[in-house]
């Protein structure tokens, strides 16, 4: 997928079923960024943390995931390292519903489930494209925070970026900056025969160095500086390493190479 400005490469199967994003390039300045768009999901709470955390008054006994509470069912505690998020679909890619090569937009469709799909497209100057993946000058831009290795909406080792929701899809400009889009498409999900829901996020796996450091927006205004396992005014006590470093993001999220920014 391609405009004039930016490259995006898929990994397609020998039978062309199946796909996966690999790198994005900018044509301008050469830069060549890894970049694995996938859909996965965390096991919901349902309030129970004796195994996952015990009895301390910090585990929050009782406190279930639900709206507004994202709370994954993964161990909590000062002891506690995050757990991953488990990934829809198969391992080497989604099903590949439609490539379209056009005069405005190029665009493929990723289905990671029957009720989740990934639109990645690279549009022309004057097309329409997504938010949650806008490739710039030395990092990555999403739809949500950032993590080591580049995470959007979740700041996690390896990296990962993610909007968690319940179904609708979020759509943007791209311009043909150096920009490529990719809009979401979640929902209805399913609920498990046990009654267990699923926080799904969406998550970029990329190799920038992003030193566990990311930035989102002040609700469309500047933007804020976030360090996994961080808050800027006061020392934390991390227990909950998954959703204490997920943050509500109006507009954008920026994750970039840290380490080659220090250097230049």
């Known amino acids: 997928l391609e405009s004039a400005a930016v490259a995006v490469d898929l990994s397609v199967s020998s039978d062309g079923l199946r796909a996966r994003t690999i790198r994005a390039v900018d044509k301008g300045s050469g830069a060549v960024v890894a970049v694995d768009a996938w859909v996965g999901y965390y ?8 195994k996952t955390c015990g009895d301390a008054p910090q585990c929050r006994k ?5 709206a507004y509470i994202f709370r994954p069912a993964c161990a909590e505690g000062p002891a506690a390292a995050p757990c991953p998020p488990q990934r829809l679909g198969a391992p ?5 519903v439609r490539v379209s090569l056009g005069s405005v937009c190029d665009e493929a469709v990723l289905s ?11 549009c022309h100057a004057g097309g329409t494209g ?3 993946g806008t490739r710039g000058t030395g990092g990555l831009s999403a739809g949500s925070a950032a993590g080591n290795g580049g995470d ?10 993610g909007s968690a929701g319940d179904g609708g899809d979020a759509g943007g400009a791209g311009d043909g900056a150096g920009h490529f889009g990719v809009r979401w498409s979640i929902g209805p999900i399913p609920i498990d025969p046990a009654g267990v829901g699923m926080e799904v996020v969406v998550r970029y796996d990329t190799d920038l160095a992003t030193r566990g450091t990311w930035r989102t927006d002040s609700n469309g205004r500047e933007l804020l500086e976030r360090r996994r396992n961080w808050r800027p005014t006061w020392p934390l006590n991390v227990t909950d390493p998954v959703s204490g ?3 509500p993001v109006t507009t954008l999220a920026v994750i970039r190479d840290e380490a080659a920014a220090a250097a230049a």
Request: overall charge negative.
């Open 43 to 50: 096991p919901s709470s349902d309030g129970d943390v004796a």
């Open 92 to 96: 080497d890619g989604a099903a590949l």
């Open 245 to 247: 470093n997920y943050y």
């Open 62 to 66: 009782g406190q279930a995931s639900g």
């Open 130 to 132: 997504g938010t949650g």
């Open 112 to 122: 990671f489930a029957p009720w989740a799909n990934l639109t990645v497209s690279a």
């Open 152 to 161: 959007a909406s979740a700041a996690g080792d390896g990296g990962d970026a």
